[in-house]
């Protein structure tokens, strides 16, 4: 059974394993996440971010960001700043929740919408 390391500021983990960072999941989220990672045949990192307990360290968040294969930002549920929004959805790696009315703002800079975990189960399993 593969091995889960769950990773928050000010940590950082260093091994060639795939890396994720999940940003301010919702509890519905969280709980789809678990399903997926029984499927994976593969260790990961999991990096969490919460912004109600790191509010503080943006820099941790964006070294983070640019060192994972995947960003999934949940931004129904988001309280980041909206420069640290753009900024994630300039990656082409980066994944998002918005099930709001109008996301065509979003969608100008990222075409990866998704609106739940398991729609983007193959997406997660990456070859390496």
């Known amino acids: 059974m593969p091995k889960v390391n769950l990773i928050t500021a000010p940590d950082q983990l260093y091994n060639q394993n795939i890396s ?10 969280k709980n789809d996440f678990n399903e ?5 045949t593969k260790d990961i990192n999991l990096y969490l971010w919460e912004t109600k307990d ?3 360290d943006y820099k941790w968040l964006i070294q983070v960001a640019n060192s994972v294969d995947k960003i999934i930002i ?3 549920y988001a309280s980041l700043d909206r420069w640290l929004i ?14 709001q009315v109008d996301s065509s703002k ?4 990222n075409n990866n919408k998704i609106f739940d975990l398991k729609s983007m189960q193959s997406e997660l399993e990456i070859k390496k």
């Open 106 to 109: 979003y969608e100008m800079i």
């Open 20 to 29: 994720m960072l999940l940003i301010d999941p919702k509890d519905l989220i």
């Open 74 to 76: 949940d931004l129904d």
């Open 54 to 56: 790191d509010a503080n």
């Open 36 to 40: 997926l990672l029984k499927t994976l």
């Open 86 to 99: 753009g900024y994630f959805l300039s990656f082409g790696k980066c994944y998002y929740i918005f099930n």
